[in-house]
C-alpha cells in the first residue's frame, strides 16, 4: 500500500438539557407525514454534518454513484458550535450529523433536534458490535431505553502523546499530567487547540472529573493548572499533524492532551515511537480512571424535508468494506465498534492495526471515562480562551 506522507496528510482541526416536550412527537410525525411530492424532491440529495472521515470522497464516491446522488458533506471541529448551529435552524440544511456519543442523549433527541431510527432495520447490524458496544449500548438509546437515535462507529481513548525515545510509557503512565506542570517539561510539549478535550484534560490533570458541577476552589484549581499548561508549551495548535512534525523533528517531546487518534497518521507513517498514553490513577470520582474515551454517533437530523437517503446512508457506513474506509479515512485512523465482525477485522492489516494501537485498546479503554457533558462548560471555555490569548494562541 502507497502512504502519503504525513506533510501531505489532510489537517484536521478536531466532541443547558432541555426536557423532552410533547413537540418530539409531533416534529417526528410531521416530519413522517411530509407530502410525498416534497420527499420525492430529495430522493437524490444528501448533505451530512460530520467530524472528517465521513465526508471522505473515499467514502462518500461509491454511495454517489450506488445511489444515484448529490452529496454534500462538511467538516466539523466542534460539537457544541454543530449543536448551536441546529438549534438555530440548521436542522433544514442537514440530513445526518456526527458527533460525539453524549450530545445524542443529552441534548440533540430531547430538544428534538434528531429522530429515532428504524429499530428493525438497524438492531440487525448491532451484531457486528465490539462486546463493549452489543445492543442495548446506552450512548445509542434515548434515556428511557426505548429508542435508538444513531450507529456508534469510530471509537478511541484520549489521554496523552509522547515520543517514547524521550518520555517512557512507563514514565507517562505513572507521571501523568503532572508531566506538563513541572518547569523543567516547559517548552517540551505542545497543547492540542481542542477545546472540549483540553478542557476535560485539565480537569483530571487538576484532579477531579469534568463531566459534574464545580466548587468555586475547583474552578481556581482549574485556571492555574490550565494557564501553566498554556503558558509552558512550545506551541498550541489545532493540527495535529504540525504537532506530530513537531515530535518528529525533535522540537517537542509529547502533546497535551493526546489520543490514539491524534498520533495514528504519524505512527502509519513510520513514526511508531510517537504514541497515546492514557496514565494511571486518576480522580476516585470516576473509578480512578483517568482519560475519556469517545464513540461517534451518526444520526439522522429532524430535517422537515429528511432526504430518505440519510437511512441509506447510515446502513450503508455499516458495510465491512466501508467500515474500513471510515476507520482508515484521510487525515487520521481510527478503531470502529464493527470490528467485532471477522468480516471487518480481516480488513486491516497487522502495520493497520498497529497505526491505532490494537493491541494496547482494551487497557487504554479501560483507563478512561465515557465522554460526557461539561456542566461548568461556559466558564471552563473562558478560563481556556483567556489563557490562549494571553499566550497569543
Known amino acids: 500500500m502507497k502512504r502519503k506522507n504525513l506533510l501531505q496528510s489532510f489537517s ?68 457544541p458550535d454543530a449543536v448551536n448551529q441546529l438549534r438555530a435552524g440548521d436542522t433544514k440544511i442537514w ?3 456526527n ?41 445509542a438509546m434515548s434515556e428511557d ?24 510509557v512507563e514514565m507517562a503512565e505513572d507521571q501523568g499530567y503532572n508531566l506538563f506542570l513541572e518547569d523543567d517539561f516547559a517548552g517540551k510539549y505542545a497543547v492540542l487547540k481542542y477545546d472540549d478535550w483540553a478542557i476535560m484534560h485539565t480537569a483530571l490533570a487538576a484532579g477531579f472529573s469534568p463531566f459534574r458541577k464545580l466548587t468555586d476552589d ?3 484549581r482549574f485556571e492555574t493548572v490550565m494557564r501553566k499548561i498554556i503558558t509552558n508549551a512550545a506551541f498550541v495548535s489545532d493540527d495535529l499533524n504540525a504537532i506530530a512534525l513537531g515530535v518528529i523533528n525533535g522540537s517537542i517531546s509529547a502533546s497535551f492532551p493526546g489520543s ?3 498520533v495514528s497518521t504519524a505512527r502509519y507513517d513510520g513514526n511508531p515511537h510517537f504514541t497515546c498514553v ?18 461517534e454517533l451518526t444520526s439522522l437530523v429532524n430535517n422537515p424535508q429528511l432526504s430518505p437517503r440519510g437511512a441509506d446512508f447510515l446502513e450503508y457506513v455499516l458495510r465491512p468494506e466501508v467500515c474500513k474506509n471510515v476507520a482508515f479515512a484521510e487525515g487520521t485512523f481510527n478503531p470502529v465498534a464493527q470490528m467485532g465482525d471477522p468480516r471487518v477485522m480481516e480488513q486491516f492489516s497487522t502495520e ?22 461539561i456542566p461548568d462548560y461556559p466558564k471552563l471555555h473562558a478560563i481556556f480562551t483567556t489563557a490562549l490569548r494571553e499566550k497569543g494562541a
Not at 29 to 53: F, I, K, Q
Not at 352 to 373: I, Y
Open 12 to 79: 484536521a482541526s478536531r466532541r443547558e438539557l432541555l426536557r423532552r416536550s410533547a413537540a418530539l412527537a409531533g416534529g417526528i410525525a410531521a416530519a413522517s407525514a411530509l407530502p410525498r411530492a416534497a420527499l420525492a424532491a430529495r430522493e437524490n440529495e444528501l448533505t451530512v454534518y460530520c467530524w472528517e472521515g465521513y465526508n471522505s470522497d473515499k467514502v462518500l464516491d461509491p454511495f454517489r454513484t450506488e445511489f444515484d446522488c448529490d452529496v454534500r458533506a462538511q467538516g466539523l471541529i466542534s460539537d
Open 95 to 97: 440530513d445526518v450529523i
Open 99 to 139: 458527533l460525539n456519543n453524549s450530545w445524542g442523549r443529552r441534548q440533540l433527541y430531547p430538544e428534538n433536534l434528531i429522530v429515532p431510527l428504524d429499530q428493525e432495520r438497524f438492531r440487525p447490524h448491532w451484531d457486528m458490535m465490539l462486546p463493549e458496544f452489543k445492543w442495548p449500548y446506552h450512548w
Open 145 to 168: 431505553g426505548k429508542e435508538l437515535l444513531g450507529n456508534i462507529q469510530r471509537f478511541g481513548p484520549s489521554g496523552m502523546n509522547v515520543d517514547t525515545n524521550v518520555v517512557s
Open 218 to 220: 475547583e474552578i481556581g
Open 260 to 262: 490514539v487518534y491524534t
Open 278 to 295: 492514557v496514565p494511571k490513577n486518576g480522580p476516585a470520582e470516576l473509578g480512578g480512571k483517568n482519560g475519556v474515551c469517545w464513540m
Open 352 to 373: 493497520e492495526l498497529d497505526a491505532f494501537q490494537w493491541d494496547r485498546m482494551p487497557e487504554l479503554m479501560a483507563r478512561c471515562a465515557d465522554f460526557d457533558d
